[in-house]
């Protein structure tokens, strides 16, 4: 008799007889239940793939896998660790997690406070989810995870070019939440589609370009400005990462990326990129905050600048998350300016340091770079280079998104940035434990006994 881990033998053609539609599925879902490998192997490429695809979906997939977690760690399939190697990056996120807190019990309007915490809930759980994929020495999370953005930035921007071109919608949300953390998550998804790229087969290194273009294209469907001031990021770090590749093919590199250049500024032409970078250049530069021409970047100054100014005042702790926009449209208000009610300050480390004040904003920092030292933690093995710009992308992009808006109190970016660090978390453990060979699970439904 064979375990559900196991494949069944070349040689039985009827392992499945017998057993009906309903029978197999059934077997097929216990097997899936009782094998932590084998929903670890479904669970990273899916997750990698959905943020871009299905918004929110995302989350609740996300703490799906908690749940799951928790009822396998019942029965006993799994035990609780807490590995040296991953100490550091799970109490980072823990420490975050834990100056959310401060908000709703020291501060006013509570209810508001604690609906913020439920934001960073995330962080609480992901050292579960980090303890059981240290558990699953079959799969290679690394791997399958950039395999899923490759997938999931192709497909967004099809998503996002229909919404565009054929539903006549101004920017793309490609099913999330607002443009705004689509545009992002596709500028991310593009760079770290391109990691690894050197130890690709000939077919996946198309893959990983088109998967390029696509999303740096889809974040141009969104006129994100985040995420167009992250551009030069990635292709910095895209450029000095695939060199040695480029290296050997110098010509043939030289004439892609001319090819890759050329369509993506036709292409952002087409979309009226540069018009929008026009507008808010205007609008900086105005001295009488223009409103008519680009209202949300003037908003945004306002919020900057009384933002600074209420920090000042209150350094330590600030006013509670939950009191940060109250407490600068009342400040803009006494001079003048009227601001919409927005839920936050347009610039994460400004709504941070209002909030929270220095101690939340040393947190988010620490946040923020926890993935560059988690990186040069592990060994010079043959993919550090990759996961330095894993973590180079990873870190720099989402400091760059952070300028222009929130990073951690929406459920869709923190979900792209709390599934990259556990990837990237898990990746440099299997390094220092020198797990370097790996073997995908069987899938299938598992033979009849």
């Known amino acids: 008799m064979m375990s559900s881990r196991g494949a069944p033998e070349r040689g039985d053609a009827n392992w499945r007889a017998g057993r009906g539609f309903l029978g197999a599925l059934w077997a097929w879902l216990w097997a899936t239940i009782d094998d932590p490998n084998r929903i670890a192997w479904l669970y990273i490429p899916v997750l990698a793939f959905l943020p871009l695809t299905f918004g929110s979906v995302a989350t609740f997939f ?20 807490w590995p040296p190697t991953t100490a550091f990056g799970c109490l980072v996120t823990l420490g975050y997690f834990a100056v959310t807190a401060i908000s709703p019990l020291a501060f006013p309007n509570k209810a508001a406070g604690w609906l913020d915490v439920g934001t960073a809930m995330h962080y609480l759980t992901l050292t579960m989810l980090v303890g059981t994929l240290v558990q699953t020495p ?7 995870f950039l395999n899923g953005v490759r997938a999931a930035a192709i497909l967004s921007f099809g998503h996002a070019l229909l919404q565009v071109q054929v539903l006549g919608h101004p920017r793309a949300t490609a099913g999330m939440a607002n443009a705004i953390p689509f545009g992002d998550t596709a500028m991310l998804a593009a760079g770290l589609a391109m990691v690894g790229f050197a130890r690709l087969s000939g077919p996946m290194r198309i893959f990983a370009v088109m998967a390029l273009v696509c999303g740096i294209g889809g974040s ?53 990129v540069p018009e929008r970078v026009d507008e808010v250049r205007q609008a900086l530069q105005s001295e009488t905050m223009d409103l008519e021409r680009d209202p949300s970047t003037a908003h945004r100054v306002l919020l900057w600048t009384y933002g600074l100014e209420a920090f000042v005042d209150r350094p330590v702790f600030g006013y509670g998350s939950q009191n940060a926009v109250a407490e600068v449209r009342r400040r803009a208000a006494a001079e003048g300016f009227e601001i919409p009610p927005y839920r936050h300050l347009h610039n994460e480390f400004i709504s941070v340091a209002v909030g929270r004040g220095v101690v939340g904003l040393l ?37 760059i998104f952070g300028l222009t808006n929130l ?8 979900t792209v940035y709390a599934t990259a660090y556990l990837v990237l978390l898990v990746a440099a453990h299997q390094a220092r434990v020198g797990l370097t060979a790996f073997s995908r699970p069987f899938l299938g439904v598992p033979p009849r006994p």
């Open 138 to 144: 079959k799969v290679d999370v690394f791997a399958l």
């Open 62 to 81: 996300y703490f799906g896998a908690c749940i799951y977690v928790g009822l396998i760690f019942l029965g006993r399939r799994i035990a609780w660790v």
């Open 363 to 399: 947190v988010l920092v620490l946040l923020l770079a926890a993935p560059l030292v988690i990186v040069a933690q592990a060994p010079p093995d043959d993919r550090q280079r990759d996961r330095w710009a894993f973590a180079v992308l990873l870190s720099g992009s989402y400091g």
């Open 220 to 272: 141009f469907l969104s006129q994100t400005r985040g995420a167009l001031l992250a551009l030069p990021l990635v292709v910095l770090v895209v450029a000095v990462h695939i060199w040695p590749a480029v290296r050997m093919r110098r010509w043939q590199a030289a004439m892609t990326a001319a090819l890759i250049a050329g369509a993506l500024a036709i292409f952002a032409v087409a979309m009226k």
């Open 407 to 414: 990073l951690f109190s929406h459920d869709q970016t923190n």
